[in-house]
Nanobody, 118 residues
Framework: QVQLVESGGDLVQAGGSLRLSCAVS????????MGWYRQPPGKQRELVAS???????SYPDSMKGRFTISRDNAKNTVYLQMNSLKPEDTAVYYC????????????WGQGTQVTVSS
């Protein structure tokens, strides 16, 4: 089993920055890909970024430019740096982990709220 705990969500003004953290514990050796998702109010959950165990990152086109995913293996933590935040970035942000390079995510955190005011 793998446990994921997000932190860092907050209320921020448009144009500001936030860094989210995801602490990973449990069977960490089984994880090959970590990801950040978000779910805006009334909308479906969407992928923000992902990072492999080797450090390769990937972003959907709509997320490129303002979001940066990174990891600190010594701290078993994955980060999401968010810059130039917009009101439409308001969402619950979830950390996720999967054992295989393809397929769906196996483990999810409880989410952290990010609210961007205009």
């Amino acid at each position: 089993q793998v446990q994921l705990v997000e932190s860092g969500g907050d209320l921020v003004q448009a144009g500001g920055s936030l860094r989210l953290s995801c602490a990973v514990s449990g069977s960490i050796f089984s994880i090959n890909v970590m990801g950040w998702y978000r779910q805006p109010p009334g909308k479906q959950r969407e992928l923000v970024a992902s990072i492999t165990s080797g450090g390769s990152t990937s972003y959907p086109d709509s997320m490129k430019g303002r979001f940066t995913i990174s990891r600190d293996n010594a701290k078993n933590t994955v980060y999401l740096q968010m810059n130039s935040l917009k009101p439409e970035d308001t969402a619950v942000y979830y950390c996720a982990a999967r054992r295989y390079f393809n397929g769906g995510y196996d483990y999810w955190g409880q989410g952290t709220q990010v609210t961007v005011s205009s």
